[in-house]
């Protein structure tokens, strides 16, 4: 059985528990630019249906004595860090998914634990003795289920699908519930009929891929009940990525270019941080109208400089046809593995590559602003900018 374990509207929760003023209200924690959006709300400001993504502006509107608390990453990923510690006491097999998720295999604990969800009850109950907050668990025999699961009680809820049950639960779970179905894909759906994850076994996989791509054959399969993917205890994270919502609506080309350089140089400092090198290169753009794309690009070697990581953006962008004025802006990297994890050495080593010099820059930059502040080293063209890129608490 896996276990999927999901904290309860976590950033919130934990100012909640910090500021006892905050307790039993209608609490968001979001940036604090007009065009924020709201990170995490408390269980009483969902009451007015404040969700997250959703505009601040637009939670103000729907409570008007609405809360707002500024985000606390670095106390956030603290108690994260204590929760995954509680949470490999009970098995070796932790994946951390986000901040506040995981999943926990607990094939061959039982003896030690008791029934999984006797651990899944133990796990609730540490970590509400050490952090004083509510988690809920899901209890499934695949993965997917497992995270379904987790969603059914909150808060505080723990939900268990027996094997049993897979079947039933599949022919009758709404699609938009499997996890990767975007607005696209639910088109799609709408289209073909598809109602319930089950209604995707009426379709022949050379369909599906037609229509899907490669979620196609992997519907198919969850629609079987076979979850192929396993339990990964990481060290490294799959994505290092960052996201800039503007503080007014862009098109312009220069602007653009700009933020991508400052994103690109954010995830490539994290990423050397970490001593990782990546193989994907991702942008993310939301529109004036709150549509969102995605484009990304696997590259042939893998990289870490921030100048690579710059240009394969850059080039990802230039081949967007921009029809909208552009909301946000994001840069991110995938495909990411250990720095000194040996590879095969390019036979053909491109001589215009100036990778290697690009790489002491960075570590020459990344060990002055350690020192000095962020502010300290900038690529020339950055200086100029003006400071209307805003962060948000992703
Ligand atoms: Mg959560």
Redesign the pocket.
């Known amino acids: 059985m896996i276990l999927h374990i999901?904290?309860?509207?976590?950033f919130a929760a934990i100012e909640q528990r910090d500021n006892p003023a905050l307790r039993n209200k209608p609490v968001i924690v979001s940036g604090n630019s007009a065009r924020s959006v709201v990170s995490t709300a408390s269980y009483e400001a969902r009451r007015f249906g404040i969700r997250s993504a959703m505009p601040v502006f637009t939670a103000k509107q729907k409570c008007d004595h609405l809360i707002i608390v500024p985000g606390n990453m670095k106390k956030y990923q603290a108690v994260s860090k204590e929760i995954m510690a509680i949470l490999v006491q009970f098995s070796p097999l932790v994946e951390p998914v986000s901040i506040?998720?995981a999943y926990v295999d607990i094939h061959g604990c039982e003896r030690l634990f008791g029934s999984s969800e006797q651990i899944a009850r133990a796990i609730k109950k540490t970590i509400y003795a050490k952090l004083s907050l509510t988690s809920s668990i899901g209890i499934a025999p695949i993965k997917f289920l497992a995270k379904i699961a987790s969603d059914m009680n909150k808060p505080d809820g723990l939900t268990r699908i027996e094997p049993a049950q897979v079947d039933d639960f599949i022919s009758t779970l709404p699609i938009q519930k499997v996890p990767g179905i975007g607005k696209n894909t639910m088109n799609q759906m709408k289209c073909l009929q598809i109602k319930t994850l089950g209604d995707i076994k009426k379709y022949n996989p050379h369909l599906l891929t037609l229509k899907f791509g490669k979620m196609g054959p992997r519907l198919l399969a969850l629609a079987n009940g076979i979850d192929p993917s396993k339990v990964e205890p990481r060290h490294t994270r799959k994505s290092i990525s960052g996201e800039t919502t503007l503080s007014k609506d862009i098109s312009d080309f220069e602007a653009v270019k700009q933020i991508i350089l400052g994103q690109s140089q954010r995830v490539g400092k994290d990423l050397r941080k970490k001593d990782l090198v990546c193989g994907n290169v991702f942008i993310k753009l939301k529109f004036s109208d709150f549509s969102q794309i995605t484009r990304s690009r696997k590259l042939d070697t893998f990289i870490c400089s921030s100048a690579a990581i710059f240009n394969e953006a850059l080039s990802l962008y230039k081949k967007i046809l921009l029809k909208k004025k552009i909301r946000l802006i994001g840069v991110g990297v995938t495909a990411l593995k250990d720095k000194h994890t040996p590879v095969q050495l390019q036979l053909l080593q491109d001589p215009d590559n100036h990778k290697e010099q690009w790489e002491s820059v960075d570590s020459a930059v990344d060990s002055l602003s350690e020192k000095f502040g962020s502010h300290i080293v900038k690529k020339a063209s950055l200086s100029q900018i003006t400071p209307r890129r805003k962060f948000n608490d992703k």
């Open positions: 999901d904290m309860d509207a976590f506040d998720e």
